[in-house]
């Protein structure tokens, strides 16, 4: 039974305050009691005191108290407390909401969706399975979890015809191909070379057909090979924070931004099974009839003449499912305006030129939108892209312009929401923006259309440049502003040139846009908007990150700092908070180091050192606080400072995309060629009691990972809330290390009852694991390993995507998954926690 200080907001006011209640499991245990035993004092309690009395229990007790009572209790939980008391416990989970169905006329079913998702993060953690098995090992997921997505050009995928509709009868019928096999004898070979036909046997009409193929034949030869996968760019994500199915995907053959199912033309393990079981009965039938002479397609009601004589089987579907919608075709190439970009009705209109221009994507994304009141009001895919034109003359710059499309299923104005089926996606309100200028991080608010962009020092195109200042920037050279980061690698772009970093983040608006309208030289200027505000850093920004209202981000530095800015008002952000990692670090040790040497100083000397929440420092602060930190490293020893590269660059912030950042935090990424990479958990010390999630809560490191990884890989991270995957690649090869973080009180019976989090331990079983809190808060439950995760070495991109039900994952050994017939083994491969 948990004993939780907190409970539902709607009853915050009633309840008490402190960090542990120590009533709670009694109040629960003598209302259940007194339930079993009929005694009326459940029933003669209010809806309001019986609600206030269930928000103690955890999710075994609500279920004993909700389904497992006497007849009386449970009615009146089903009548009229069901909806209340499944949706408190659902929401007090951290659970990404449920998805948006405006036609169902049935009130969401919240205590099936409760166990739905347990049941899902048990799969993942393999809990219940070490449990029952009685092992403390990690547990690898069941081969049935795993499914393979073989990623092709469009003149390798067979998609149904124009009169044929996805989802008619005879679109996905199975059927069996019929391929050559080397149990023929010679003359069998010859008569078969010299028949260019495919012939193809359709199950449900009994009969055969001998029909041509649309396909080239070369796809199913063992000889031929698909051309290879490549992955520049983030180039898919999952819509949905929950269980859903839908993905935005980048196609890296056409460049076409595609929404699909993520489980749409997939191999999985069931089908290679009953592929393989067909070729070894087909083999058994061609070793027993291969002396029979077939010449010509006989009677399948002839029993003594066999149709398959010769021939090896081959299951697959008749077609493969096309996209649900294209967002970006490829016909929108071929209809690009370069007037719109770079003509007279542009910021370029003072240095036009023609030239070669060249398109590369950044990027795609998906965004979700939350109301004040926390729930989801839709869903945002965007897509970043840069079009450089190339310089005429030796010494001419490039120009270059940034354009950010976004689709929404929702109107920001009116809020009216679209939903589609399960054959169409509803993103109909496209907004663009573009920029004159090239940014290097950028991020997308979808509950308030904005996008916060940083762009190059020197290359920004809402900076103003004095004489002086440039005269300066040309004579320090980019070799200043590289010195200026404490890192020694990620200062680079892809071609080798060196990123200036700024500390400046831009605010710009969305701009809506409607492609069926001709352009106009007013529409041209609009979709390059002045930005709405600015935000300025104490060093140069390396990362940032918005949460999913809009009111907070969190922006990581070059020099291993972070800051909280509050942008609740989008025209005047203001800064709330200044975390540092060294001194975070440090501050720990510093009593300890000067508790001996500075008992004469006054209190104001021992802190001066010390970095304010608030302001930033200044240089004098700096220096001083740089003495105290040495003298401490000094009396630290190297060996004993658990994190090893405090001053690295944040090069990544992870937020929860249907969590606020005061709800459940969020970790940042620190990455260092020696010692590889360091991930940082930042919570508030009140986030479990009933005043957490104000803003005025401030932020502190509360865990830290030493990611057991390969320090040359770079590697992926998701955070949900409650979920950490990290995928990588260590001695072994490509892996996924599953960590728990505690982000409710109802999982603290876990953390509680786990040898595991009681210390720090160290080894594989620790994961990397460092609780810094007097309480634990994260631990590590899990690594994935399979055949089919395999082929990417450290230089190839590794990219996740990952919800409450899925991860996908980019692969090069799908065909130790499944084969679809083509000989694919590059694409995607998609973990199904549903069983």
Same mark, same amino acid.
């Given at each position: 039974?948990?004993?939780?200080?907190?409970?539902?907001?709607?009853?915050?006011?009633?309840?008490?305050?402190?960090?542990?209640?120590?009533?709670?499991?009694?109040?629960?245990?003598?209302?259940?009691?007194?339930?079993?035993?009929?005694?009326?004092?459940?029933?003669?309690?209010?809806?309001?005191?019986?609600?206030?009395?269930?928000?103690?229990?955890? +999710?075994?007790?609500?279920?004993?108290?909700?389904?497992?009572?006497?007849?009386?209790?449970?009615?009146?939980?089903?009548?009229?407390?069901?909806?209340?008391?499944?949706?408190?416990?659902?929401?007090?989970?951290?659970?990404?909401?449920?998805?948006?169905?405006?036609?169902?006329?049935?009130?969401?079913? $919240? $205590?099936?969706?409760?166990?739905?998702?347990?049941?899902?993060?048990?799969?993942?953690?393999?809990?219940?399975?070490?449990?029952?098995?009685?092992?403390?090992?990690?547990?690898?997921?069941?081969?049935?979890?795993?499914?393979?997505?073989?990623?092709?050009?469009?003149?390798?995928?067979?998609?149904?015809?124009?009169?044929?509709? =996805?989802?008619?009868?005879?679109?996905?019928?199975?059927?069996?191909?019929?391929?050559?096999?080397?149990?023929?004898?010679?003359?069998?070979?010859?008569?078969?070379?010299?028949?260019?036909?495919?012939?193809?046997?359709?199950?449900?009409?009994?009969?055969?057909?001998?029909?041509?193929?649309?396909?080239?034949?070369?796809?199913?030869?063992?000889?031929?090979?698909?051309?290879?996968?490549?992955?520049?760019?983030?180039?898919?994500?999952?819509?949905?924070?929950?269980?859903?199915?839908?993905?935005?995907?980048? #196609?890296?053959?056409?460049?076409?931004?595609?929404?699909?199912?993520?489980?749409?033309?997939?191999?999985?393990?069931?089908?290679?099974?009953?592929?393989?079981?067909?070729? @070894?009965?087909?083999?058994?039938?061609?070793?027993?009839? @291969?002396?029979?002479?077939?010449?010509?397609?006989?009677?399948?009601?002839?029993?003594?003449?066999?149709?398959?004589?010769?021939?090896?089987?081959?299951?697959?579907?008749?077609?493969?499912?096309?996209?649900?919608?294209?967002?970006?075709?490829?016909?929108?190439?071929?209809?690009?305006?370069?007037?719109?970009?770079?003509?007279?009705?542009?910021?370029?209109?003072?240095?036009?030129?023609?030239?070669?221009?060249?398109?590369?994507?950044?990027?795609?994304?998906?965004?979700?939108?939350?109301?004040?009141?926390?729930?989801?009001?839709?869903?945002?895919? !965007?897509?970043?892209?840069?079009?450089?034109?190339?310089?005429?003359?030796?010494?001419?710059?490039?120009?270059?312009?940034?354009?950010?499309?976004?689709?929404?299923?929702?109107?920001?104005?009116?809020?009216?929401?679209?939903?589609?089926?399960?054959?169409?996606?509803?993103?109909?309100?496209?907004?663009?923006?573009?920029?004159?200028?090239?940014? $290097?991080?950028?991020?997308?608010?979808?509950?308030?259309?904005?996008?916060?962009?940083?762009?190059?020092?020197?290359?920004?195109?809402?900076?103003?440049?004095?004489?002086?200042?440039?005269?300066?920037?040309?004579?320090?050279?980019?070799?200043?502003?590289?010195?200026?980061?404490?890192?020694?690698?990620?200062?680079?772009?892809?071609?080798?040139?060196?990123?200036?970093?700024?500390?400046?983040?831009?605010?710009?608006?969305?701009?809506?846009?409607?492609?069926?309208?001709?352009?106009?030289?007013?529409?041209?200027?609009?979709?390059?908007?002045?930005?709405?505000?600015?935000?300025?850093?104490?060093?140069?920004?390396?990362?940032?990150?918005?949460?999913?209202?809009?009111?907070?981000?969190?922006?990581?530095?070059?020099?291993?700092?972070?800051?909280?800015?509050?942008?609740?008002?989008?025209?005047?952000?203001?800064?709330?908070?200044?975390?540092?990692?060294?001194?975070?670090?440090?501050?720990?040790?510093?009593?300890? +180091?000067?508790?001996?040497?500075?008992?004469?100083?006054?209190?104001?000397?021992?802190?001066?050192?010390?970095?304010?929440? #608030?302001?930033?420092?200044?240089?004098?602060?700096?220096?001083?606080?740089?003495?105290?930190?040495?003298?401490?490293?000094?009396?630290?020893?190297?060996?004993?400072?658990?994190?090893?590269?405090?001053?690295?660059?944040?090069?990544?912030?992870?937020?929860?995309?249907?969590?606020?950042?005061?709800?459940?935090?969020?970790?940042?990424?620190?990455? =260092?060629?020696?010692?590889?990479? +360091?991930?940082?958990?930042?919570?508030?010390?009140?986030?479990?009691?009933?005043?957490?999630?104000?803003?005025?809560?401030?932020?502190?490191?509360?865990?830290?990972?030493?990611?057991?990884?390969?320090?040359?890989?770079?590697?992926?991270?998701?955070?949900?809330?409650?979920?950490?995957?990290?995928?990588?690649?260590?001695?072994? !090869?490509?892996?996924?290390?599953?960590?728990?973080?505690?982000?409710?009180?109802?999982?603290?019976?876990?953390?509680?009852?786990?040898?595991?989090?009681?210390?720090?331990?160290?080894?594989?079983?620790?994961?990397?694991?460092? #609780?810094?809190?007097?309480?634990?808060?994260?631990?590590?439950?899990?690594?994935?390993?399979?055949?089919?995760?395999?082929?990417?070495?450290?230089?190839?991109?590794?990219?996740?995507?990952?919800?409450?039900?899925?991860?996908?994952?980019?692969?090069?050994?799908?065909?130790?998954?499944?084969?679809?017939?083509?000989?694919?083994?590059?694409?995607?491969?998609?973990?199904?926690?549903?069983?």
């Amino acid at each position: 039974m948990s004993k939780r200080p907190f409970s539902p907001k709607s009853r915050a006011h009633a309840r008490p305050s402190v960090k542990r209640c120590p009533s709670g499991g009694e109040v629960i245990d003598a209302a259940i009691n007194a339930a079993n035993k009929d005694i009326n004092l459940p029933q003669e309690l209010c809806d309001d005191s019986l609600l206030h009395v269930l928000s103690y229990a955890d +999710t075994p007790s609500l279920i004993h108290f909700a389904r497992g009572t006497n007849n009386a209790i449970r009615d009146r939980c089903r009548t009229t407390l069901d909806y209340k008391i499944w949706k408190d416990a659902f929401d007090c989970h951290n659970l990404a909401p449920l998805d948006i169905e405006t036609n169902s006329p049935n009130p969401p079913d $919240y $205590y099936s969706a409760l166990r739905r998702r347990l049941t899902l993060f048990s799969n993942l953690s393999g809990k219940a399975k070490r449990h029952k098995k009685q092992v403390k090992h990690s547990y690898n997921l069941p081969s049935r979890f795993f499914h393979f997505v073989p990623i092709l050009p469009n003149d390798l995928m067979h998609y149904p015809p124009t009169g044929v509709e =996805n989802n008619s009868a005879n679109a996905n019928d199975i059927s069996f191909h019929l391929v050559d096999s080397h149990h023929h004898g010679g003359s069998d070979i010859a008569a078969r070379e010299d028949d260019d036909s495919e012939h193809l046997i359709d199950l449900e009409d009994g009969d055969v057909n001998v029909m041509d193929n649309d396909l080239d034949p070369t796809m199913y030869s063992s000889n031929f090979d698909p051309p290879p996968v490549e992955f520049s760019c983030d180039s898919y994500s999952l819509t949905s924070a929950g269980t859903g199915s839908e993905l935005v995907f980048l #196609n890296p053959f056409s460049g076409t931004v595609e929404v699909r199912n993520v489980l749409d033309n997939a191999v999985g393990y069931d089908e290679s099974i009953l592929e393989q079981a067909m070729l @070894q009965a087909s083999e058994s039938i061609l070793n027993q009839r @291969q002396q029979q002479d077939s010449s010509s397609l006989p009677n399948y009601d002839d029993e003594g003449s066999e149709v398959i004589a010769g021939e090896a089987f081959h299951r697959s579907s008749m077609y493969d499912t096309p996209p649900k919608q294209v967002l970006y075709s490829v016909d929108d190439y071929f209809d690009l305006d370069l007037n719109e970009y770079f003509g007279e009705h542009t910021p370029f209109q003072n240095r036009r030129r023609s030239g070669n221009v060249t398109s590369d994507w950044v990027g795609v994304d998906s965004h979700s939108a939350l109301s004040e009141s926390k729930s989801l009001t839709g869903t945002l895919i !965007g897509a970043a892209r840069i079009l450089t034109m190339e310089s005429e003359g030796r010494g001419e710059e490039e120009l270059a312009c940034t354009e950010v499309f976004t689709w929404s299923n929702f109107d920001h104005e009116t809020g009216e929401i679209v939903v589609g089926d399960s054959n169409s996606s509803p993103y109909c309100f496209k907004h663009v923006v573009k920029v004159a200028g090239s940014f $290097y991080f950028l991020d997308v608010c979808a509950n308030k259309h904005k996008v916060f962009a940083a762009f190059q020092a020197g290359s920004c195109p809402f900076e103003v440049i004095t004489h002086d200042d440039a005269e300066v920037r040309r004579r320090a050279g980019s070799n200043r502003a590289l010195a200026e980061i404490n890192d020694n690698e990620s200062v680079v772009n892809e071609d080798g040139e060196p990123i200036r970093m700024s500390k400046t983040i831009f605010c710009l608006p969305l701009m809506k846009c409607d492609d069926a309208q001709p352009s106009t030289p007013e529409s041209i200027r609009s979709q390059f908007p002045s930005p709405d505000s600015s935000i300025k850093a104490q060093y140069p920004v390396s990362s940032f990150s918005i949460d999913p209202t809009g009111n907070k981000l969190v922006v990581g530095t070059v020099n291993g700092t972070v800051e909280i800015w509050d942008t609740s008002r989008s025209t005047k952000p203001r800064r709330v908070q200044l975390l540092s990692v060294r001194q975070a670090f440090l501050k720990r040790h510093r009593a300890m +180091t000067f508790s001996h040497t500075s008992k004469h100083l006054d209190s104001s000397d021992t802190t001066a050192g010390k970095p304010s929440d #608030n302001e930033p420092e200044d240089d004098a602060n700096i220096r001083e606080s740089n003495i105290h930190d040495d003298i401490a490293l000094l009396a630290i020893g190297e060996e004993e400072f658990p994190h090893k590269h405090p001053t690295s660059k944040i090069s990544q912030i992870y937020l929860p995309r249907h969590l606020t950042a005061q709800k459940c935090g969020f970790v940042t990424k620190q990455r =260092n060629a020696e010692h590889g990479t +360091t991930l940082l958990i930042w919570q508030t010390p009140d986030m479990f009691l009933e005043e957490a999630g104000k803003s005025t809560d401030h932020f502190k490191v509360t865990a830290m990972i030493n990611v057991p990884l390969s320090a040359q890989c770079h590697p992926e991270v998701h955070y949900d809330g409650r979920r950490l995957l990290v995928f990588g690649k260590d001695h072994i !090869g490509l892996i996924v290390l599953v960590y728990h973080v505690l982000g409710t009180r109802f999982d603290q019976d876990e953390f509680n009852d786990s040898d595991k989090t009681k210390h720090n331990t160290k080894g594989e079983e620790s994961g990397g694991v460092i #609780n810094l809190d007097e309480e634990c808060r994260v631990k590590f439950v899990n690594r994935i390993r399979h055949a089919g995760l395999d082929g990417l070495e450290y230089f190839d991109s590794m990219l996740m995507t990952a919800n409450e039900r899925y991860i996908v994952l980019n692969t090069k050994a799908g065909h130790l998954i499944g084969c679809d017939g083509r000989n694919a083994s590059e694409g995607l491969l998609i973990i199904d926690l549903e069983n």
